[in-house]
Each structure stands twice: as structure tokens, then as C-alpha cells.
């Protein structure tokens, strides 16, 4: 795909992951829409791709409402007349064990709450689902060969400490795959991106000091991804037509 003049939407985008993978479409001469549930933040990642002279809405989303994931793929299409490019990128983390003992006791002290898998699970899983398929329709309704890019993770093989976003990002990988096939029939390509520890602000805020040392020192290349790695793979997915039903995984080596 030639991305000058196509329209990227990509959710999760008014920082980290999202923002940086917005600038490189930006400067490739796509028009973008930003999509985040932070309209704050919105604001000042819509300055900086203005700044490069890009064409630029902001749209306000809550990915794991329905509403919000229809309006976000119509306000793309009014703003520009076609969705070719999603990113599905909005996710959180809510680390925790599954259960965790009383060193003393040896009964069981804490446990993962239901709320903190759902609070992932909804905007991970179903947030891409949903996101996704608004894509998808408003691509075949509109007769677009565009190409859908979920983000899913390393995690999705089973990192200790995140059942809820491993599970969630296990079914990304899972959807990407199935959703090719389905797809294709339309000229709709469908491949993922599983990172492996990047140090976005996500990571550097959430995720547990003790377990990110010890990541980053079985990463094999010796160091945490930049946010700017997993933009370019972005574009190069939206570039080569023959990249279709895959995740690659950009994770420096590391194996979960």
C-alpha cells in the first residue's frame, strides 16, 4: 500500500506506542485520526503531527464501548472519506497474581479481583474486537483494500503476573489470524505486532521496577525496544501487501 494520502486511525494514540506509530504515518503523508479516551492528552499529540503539516482529527474513544468504536470509524470516514489503515493499539495493565500465599500462613492472602480482569479483558480484547469490526465494515462499505493492525503483546504466550493481559492478548493474536482469513475475501489484509517489552510510558509507570529489571536482562540484544521499532514494523505492514494472517513478534529475542 502506498500510504501517501490514506487514512490511518490508530487507538491508544495520544501517547506511547500509539503516538509514535501516528508520527511515522504522519510523516509518510497519511491523514490521521487519533483516538485515545484521554481528550487532554489528545490535544497535545494532535499538535505535534499538525506540526509536520498532516492532516489531523482527535477523536475522544472509549474502545470497549460500542458506541464509541462505531462513531470513531464514521468520524474518520466524514473527516477524510475512507478508513485504509487501523491500528488497534488501546490497552492498560492491571499486573497481578493469580493468587498469592502468606509466606507464615501459607493460605492464600490476595487473589486477582474480577474487576481487574475485566477492567483489561474489556479494553484489550474486547476494545480490539470492537474497534476492528467497525473497521472492517466501514473498509467493505466503502470498498477500501485497506489493512487492519492489531497490537497484541509477547505476553500472549503466558507472562506471570498478567493472566488478564496475557489471556487478553492471546485473543488478539487469535483474532488477527482468523480475521485475515475472513477478511481477505474483501482485499482487507489483517497482521499483528506483538512487542516485547518497549519502553513506552505504559511500561515505565505500571509494570512492576523488580519485574522489568528482570526482563530487560533476558532480553538477548540487552535492552529494552523503542517505541520507534514498533512503528516502523507498523508501516511496513501497511506497506508490503504480501504481509497478511501473521504477528510478528518484535521482542529483541526475548521468549516468555
Known amino acids: 500500500m502506498e500510504i501517501t494520502n490514506k487514512t490511518a486511525v490508530i487507538t491508544g494514540s495520544a501517547g506511547g506506542l500509539g503516538k509514535e506509530m501516528a508520527l511515522h504515518f504522519a510523516k509518510l503523508g497519511a491523514n490521521i485520526v487519533l483516538?485515545?479516551?484521554?481528550?487532554?492528552?489528545?490535544?497535545?499529540?494532535?499538535?505535534?503531527?499538525?506540526?509536520?503539516?498532516?492532516k489531523v482529527i482527535a477523536?475522544?474513544?472509549?474502545?470497549?464501548?460500542?458506541k464509541d468504536a462505531v462513531e470513531l470509524m464514521e468520524q474518520a470516514v466524514s473527516a477524510f472519506g475512507s478508513v485504509d489503515i487501523a491500528v488497534l493499539n488501546a490497552g492498560i495493565l492491571r499486573d497481578g497474581l493469580l493468587i498469592k500465599a502468606d509466606k507464615q500462613t501459607g493460605k492464600v492472602a490476595s487473589k486477582m479481583s474480577l474487576a481487574e480482569w475485566q477492567a483489561v479483558i474489556d479494553v484489550n480484547l474486547t476494545g480490539v474486537f470492537l474497534t476492528g469490526r467497525e473497521a472492517a465494515v466501514q473498509m467493505v462499505n466503502n470498498g477500501t483494500k485497506g489493512v487492519i493492525i492489531p497490537i497484541a503483546s509477547v505476553?500472549?504466550?503466558?507472562?506471570?503476573?498478567?493472566?488478564?493481559?496475557s489471556a487478553a492478548k492471546a485473543g488478539v493474536a487469535a483474532m488477527t489470524k482468523l480475521w485475515a482469513k475472513e477478511l481477505s475475501r474483501y482485499?482487507?489484509?489483517?497482521?499483528?505486532?506483538?512487542?516485547?517489552?518497549?519502553?513506552?510510558?505504559?511500561?515505565?509507570?505500571?509494570?512492576?521496577?523488580?519485574?522489568?529489571?528482570?526482563?530487560?536482562?533476558l532480553i538477548p540484544i540487552g535492552r529494552l525496544g523503542r517505541p520507534d521499532e514498533i512503528a516502523s514494523t507498523a508501516v511496513f505492514i501497511a506497506q508490503n501487501d504480501l504481509v497478511d494472517g501473521v504477528v510478528l513478534e518484535i521482542s529483541g529475542g526475548v521468549k516468555i
Open 155 to 165: 505476553s500472549m504466550h503466558g507472562n506471570p503476573g498478567q493472566t488478564n493481559y
Open 187 to 217: 482485499g482487507i489484509r489483517v497482521a499483528g505486532i506483538a512487542p516485547g517489552f518497549i519502553a513506552t510510558e505504559m511500561v515505565m509507570k505500571d509494570m512492576n521496577p523488580e519485574a522489568l529489571k528482570k526482563w530487560e536482562a
Open 59 to 66: 477523536v475522544p474513544t472509549d474502545v470497549s464501548k460500542e
Open 35 to 54: 483516538s485515545d479516551i484521554s481528550a487532554d492528552k489528545l490535544g497535545g499529540a494532535k499538535k505535534e503531527i499538525e506540526a509536520l503539516g498532516a
